[in-house]
């Protein structure tokens, strides 16, 4: 079976597990949500997929953490940058039919079980959906400056530089250098150093 992933929102939201007939349609455009086995969201997408589940890992971008080499050999470059789950071990899932039974899915490959409210499986609105899929976007639209934790006004120490573990506070961003106002010898003096020189204090 060829497996693909189609990421579509939903319409409605069921009221409670007694709905009446009415509502059937409402509860199979609702998404469930499951709880992956430790860094196995990915894995257990693949395989709700190709039981013909539709799916939607919500991913978003952030900065690379550089090894040591890579901060030493290469700090003039822009920082590479990664997509990571936004809500680790978990993601979002929902029959493709009113037909299909997600009972498959406690068992695919991959998936821990399904979230629960009490006795209740969880399901979401297809309105938090929709505003988890803009706010994924508007994140991985951004650049550098817009994604890194290294904000003005925030206080930060260096390291892996001679004044390896002085502090002080982030004046301006881009994406290869940020500007640090510091005092050293009793003077205010402004610093540049790339993003992989610094950790939030």
Same mark, same amino acid.
């Given at each position: ?44 997408? %693949? ?12 991913? %978003? ?16 470059? /822009? ?56 706010? /994924? @976007?508007?994140?991985?639209? @951004?650049?550098?400056? *817009? ?5 003005? *006004? ?9 004044? /390896? *573990? ?7 961003? *881009? @994406? ?26």
């Amino acid at each position: 079976m060829l497996c693909k992933q189609d990421r579509h929102p939903t319409d409605d939201f069921p009221k409670a597990a007694t709905a009446h007939a009415a509502t059937l349609q409402d509860r199979s455009d609702s998404w469930y949500v499951v709880y992956t086995k430790p860094r196995q969201e990915s894995v257990a997408e %693949f395989n709700l997929q190709c039981q013909e589940f539709e799916t939607y890992l919500p991913l %978003f971008k952030v900065i690379k953490k550089a090894a040591l080499a890579d901060r030493q050999t290469q700090d003039a470059l /822009e920082p590479s940058t990664v997509y990571e789950p936004m809500f680790p071990r978990y993601l979002f899932f929902k029959p493709a039919n009113q037909r299909q039974s997600i009972a498959a899915a406690r068992s695919s490959r991959g998936v821990q079980g399904l979230v629960t409210f009490g006795a209740e499986l969880a399901m979401v609105q297809p309105n938090v959906v929709r505003a988890i899929r803009e706010l /994924e @976007a508007e994140r991985n639209s @951004a650049d550098i400056t *817009g994604i890194t934790p290294f904000q003005p *006004g925030r206080r930060v120490r260096l390291r892996d530089t001679a004044l /390896e *573990g002085m502090e002080g506070v982030v004046h301006a961003v *881009g @994406a290869k250098r940020v500007v640090l106002l510091m005092t050293i010898l009793g003077r205010k003096k402004t610093l540049k150093v790339t993003h992989g020189q610094l950790e939030l204090v």
